[in-house]
């Protein structure tokens, strides 16, 4: 069977970016960000948070060439629930270059990687793991006003006392954009992902040492692990339209599917937490999707960011009837 769930959230977020380029090759950044959310897990306690975000980040050009190599260091600090306050240090390069002499662009062609160690007060559990990132997308002009765009990418994160939850990702992806003189564009998207767990299965095996009639026995215990695969299609067409003069907004349709019901997300217990990135894990349930957003830009490189969503979702699992569940609530502001 599957469970349903049908929510809206709105959250108050404000963000603040200062940057600051002390040299031709090197700059810097901070960020700092305020979020206030009543429910920011959806348990059914219902309990309010502050959370306060902090991002110092250097970036890095050794060469001419789009070359670029950068380091962040984050920690996100949460009033009530101190305990899923958390720290990162970051690594990342990217690069990016022309490919063909037809190309309109001067660079068509970007690649990129990325690692990051996440910890947090309590040393362990969900909220302590290493997570890496790559990723090529190319860019092409098929006329003066329509682009098409591709890429490929590979991520995963890895939790060091938690291997049911330690997953890897490949996914692709193509676009087509139009672009009118009426000040519209249109946006046809498809995705192709793959998400693959590792599951460990413990198995006690009792094997005689001595034979049938000595009598001694020794236990070894067998560990395997098994990947699970899940593969899911993603179609998402949108429309931007620029209303007035530095305001913008967007309508946009997701169309989610499982192409297998070889869900696994109901492999291990740990899954089924109140924590809201395993609980809105992508590729744990189907779903059709409809928002729209609103940006109103604002002097001193500033904006203002208003959205709304709403979801309709099937999950892999009847999580009613699973008793492991959490209670959860799928309405928050």
Not at 270 to 292: A, K, Q, T, V
């Amino acid at each position: 069977m599957k469970t349903s769930a049908k929510f809206a959230s709105v959250l108050l977020l404000l963000n603040i970016v200062f940057s600051v380029k002390p040299a031709a090759q090197v700059s810097g950044e901070v960020g700092y960000s305020l979020l206030y959310t009543d429910n920011p897990f959806r348990t059914s306690s219902g309990q309010e948070e502050f959370v306060n975000f902090v991002q110092p980040s250097l970036t890095f050009k050794p060469f001419r060439s789009e070359f670029y190599l950068g380091y962040s260091f984050g920690y996100s600090r949460f009033k009530n629930l101190s305990d899923r306050s958390y720290y990162y240090n970051s690594g990342e390069l990217n690069y990016a270059f022309r490919l063909g002499v037809d190309s309109t662009e001067d660079e068509n062609i970007f690649m990129g990687a990325s690692y990051m160690k996440a910890s947090n007060n309590s040393g362990g559990g969900l909220y302590s793991y290493d997570s890496y990132s790559v990723f090529a997308n190319g860019k092409y002009f098929l006329s003066d006003n329509m682009l098409f765009s591709a890429g490929y990418g590979l991520s995963g994160k890895s939790y060091p006392s938690l291997y049911d939850l330690s997953y890897t990702v490949n996914s692709g992806f193509a676009r087509l954009s139009l672009f009118l003189e009426t000040k519209t564009s249109l946006f046809l998207e498809m995705q192709l992902g793959n998400k693959a767990y590792s599951v460990t299965d413990q198995t006690l095996i009792t094997i005689d040492r001595n034979g049938p009639m000595m009598g001694g026995k020794r236990v070894i215990q067998k560990t395997d692990y098994v990947t699970t695969n899940i593969t899911q299609l993603r179609i998402m067409p949108k429309i931007s339209q620029s209303v007035f003069e530095g305001v913008g907004m967007n309508i946009h349709y997701m169309w989610r599917r499982n192409l297998d019901r070889n869900s696994a997300i109901s492999l291990s217990e740990f899954i089924y937490s109140d924590d809201e990135d395993l609980w809105d894990d992508p590729y744990s349930f189907e779903s059709n999707e409809f928002g729209s957003e609103w940006t109103i830009k604002l002097p001193w490189s500033s904006s203002i960011k208003l959205s709304a969503e709403q979801s309709y979702r099937n999950y892999s699992e009847n999580l009613a009837q699973t008793g492991t569940v959490s209670k959860r609530k799928d309405t928050r502001t």
